[in-house]
């Protein structure tokens, strides 16, 4: 079954705690991508990837790093959680020239920075 | 830039009624998708329709359809014989096929189908 999986689902941590967010593609996407929705926002991108060590800043990318060692995983990196970082994320992935029903989601993490 | 425009932050439908959810964009790509999609409130993004700028006709996809005017730069999704699952937060977004995948999203519009 084609699905991007993202972990942790559900995450609680403090102000200036490291932590990653895993993001993993089963279907040899070359574009991977992160987004950040807020109330009112909609989402935005964070960083994206056109494939294994080609990384870019997105719309918002103040406060995250990321890395794209295997084709399969972008994990997204927060080294110094603030509050104004608590969001639901969403990773995706697509074939670089993709277009209709080819953009895949994942379920969404929900990160909460006290 | 792209810029998606969605000016309906809630909207109420009753049961079996049709209702349209209004969005309008903006780019200076001559090639670009439109994409709807829905968020209910377990937080899932579900793909709902995509309409390319160069499609001949409107998108359908059982009860949803695109309503496509180019000339007027909207994409409004209606939603036909609306049940009560349909409530949600549904987004508009708008990419450049061809090149990255980037979405652009609207701010979205929660409805709420009722009795």
């Known amino acids: 079954e084609a699905q991007v999986t993202q972990n942790p689902r559900y995450l609680i941590t403090v102000t200036g705690k490291k932590l990653t967010v895993t993001c993993s593609q089963n279907?040899?996407?070359?574009?991977m991508s992160w987004y950040r929705q807020d109330p009112g926002l909609g989402l935005r991108q964070i960083y994206y990837?056109?494939?294994?060590?080609?990384?870019d800043k997105g719309d918002v990318p103040e406060g995250y790093k990321v890395s794209r060692k295997e084709k399969r995983n972008f994990p997204l990196i927060l080294e110094s959680p603030s509050p104004n970082q608590t969001s639901l994320y969403f990773c995706?992935?697509?074939?670089?020239?993709?277009?209709?029903?080819?953009?895949?989601f994942g379920e969404g993490s929900w990160l909460t920075v006290v | 830039a792209q810029k998606i425009t969605q000016t309906q932050p809630g909207m109420f439908v009753q049961e079996k009624e049709a209702v349209t959810l209004d969005c309008t964009y903006d780019?200076?790509?001559?090639?670009?998708?439109l994409f709807w999609y829905k968020q209910p409130s377990s937080g899932e993004m579900i793909f709902l329709i995509y309409?390319?700028?160069?499609?001949?006709q409107n998108a359908t996809e059982g009860r949803y359809s695109l309503n496509f005017q180019k000339a007027r730069k909207s994409a409004n999704l209606v939603i036909s014989a609306s049940q009560l699952g349909d409530s949600a937060m549904y987004f508009c977004?708008?990419?450049?096929?061809?090149?990255?995948?980037?979405?652009?999203f609207g701010t979205g519009t929660r409805l709420q189908v009722t009795l």
């Open positions: 995706a992935s697509s074939p670089t020239r993709s277009s209709g029903n080819t953009i895949y």
């Open positions: 279907m040899n996407h070359e574009y």
């Open positions: 990837s056109m494939n294994v060590e080609v990384t």
């Open positions: 780019t200076s790509d001559p090639s670009y998708g």
């Open positions: 309409q390319g700028s160069y499609d001949q």
């Open positions: 977004a708008m990419g450049s096929p061809g090149t990255a995948s980037k979405l652009t």
